[in-house]
């Protein structure tokens, strides 16, 4: 594993995102286009998540976005960030926050 300088990780914009809307992407099976609450704007992210969530349990949740990533085409639709997760063989689980902080808070 590569290890990775403390500096160029304090460049990652990590915040708390909060889900409003969820949309499948009419073009993909496994892909969601969410409307994400950042605090100071609204950002779209694509994710492939489809597979392991429903519309339903995604929307109003807090979740971790990295936000200064390089807006990204996927399958046409522009990403503007990445929203965090972990999949072992066969479930997938997005990075949350146990309790409520508002939307936008940098995690450090």
Avoid: W
């Avoid at 500096?7 to 915040?15: A, E, H, N, Q, S």
């Avoid at 009419?26 to 998540?49: C, F, H, N, S």
């Avoid at 949740?61 to 972990?86: D, F, T």
């Amino acid at each position: 594993m590569e290890t990775v300088l403390f500096d160029d990780f304090k460049r990652l914009d990590i915040r708390v995102g909060k889900i409003i809307e969820v949309q499948e992407h009419p073009d993909a099976d496994k892909l969601y286009v969410m409307d994400v609450d950042i605090g100071t704007e609204q950002r779209k992210i694509v994710a492939g998540i489809r597979p392991y969530y429903t519309k339903e349990e995604l929307t109003g949740r807090l979740v971790i976005i990295v936000v200064n990533l390089e807006p990204r085409k996927i399958r046409g639709i522009e990403s503007q960030g990445m929203l965090l997760a972990g999949l072992d063989d066969t479930t997938l689980g997005i990075l949350t926050v146990d309790r409520s902080i508002k939307p936008g808070t940098r995690i450090t």
